[in-house]
């Protein structure tokens, strides 16, 4: 695995993390390489386990078939766990190669005890909230963060519209978690609404169908990555 350190490094930077939930997973594996050959540092990975949200989506055996293409360019994995009890497969994803794990405040009552499980697995730790999800659900852990997960779409699918609320909420997230931990935004991210996100404070983009849904994601990674001076 990654070391954490060097996946700290990854997630201080401005960078775009290509979501694979709109890629074409009879081609993963080659829609990934070219992505990363396009400079992406960190590849998101969007678990959903009909629970927490209604879609059915990946476990650790797709962390695991991507982790050495990924590991060899010298990028990361971040697993974004919508499914309840997170705590409950933190080991599986990090055995599997995950280097920085995200789970949603919603989904636990157990917050800080997910926190420290991914910590003393020796991943990053990410925490997700909602749209409607009050910041303050992140004061209490913000110490123990790696990435606080604006959710700028309801979580559960590609290729919906961004939520303009987002831009209020992101200075306010920005505030409580300061600048030691990245603010993630996640949903409806492109080249108009990824530049205004970075203003409110945003500095990792995850994009999903506006880099696999185009006909060249490299391009539309490139694309996303110019509007906001990416790294
Ligand atoms: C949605 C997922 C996202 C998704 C974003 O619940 O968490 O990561 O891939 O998709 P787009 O970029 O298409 O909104
Ligand atoms: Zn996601």
Known sequence: MTPAAGAREVLRGVRVAPSILSADFGRLREQVAEVLQAGARLIHVDVMDGHFVPPITVGPLIVGALADTVHDAGAMIEVHLMIERPERHVGDFVKAGADSITFHVEATPHVAYAAGLIRDSGACVGLAINPGTPVGALAEVATTIDVALCMTVNPGWGGQAFIEHSL????????????????????????????????????????????????????????????????
């Open 168 to 231: 209020e909420k992101l200075p306010r997230v920005r505030a409580i978690v300061g600048h030691e931990v990245a603010v993630e935004v996640d949903g409806g991210i492109d080249p108009q609404t990824a530049p205004p996100s970075r203003a409110a404070g945003a500095n990792l983009f995850v994009a999903g169908s506006a880099i696999f849904a185009a006909d060249d994601p490299a391009e539309a990674y490139r694309a996303i990555a110019r509007s906001i001076d990416a790294e």
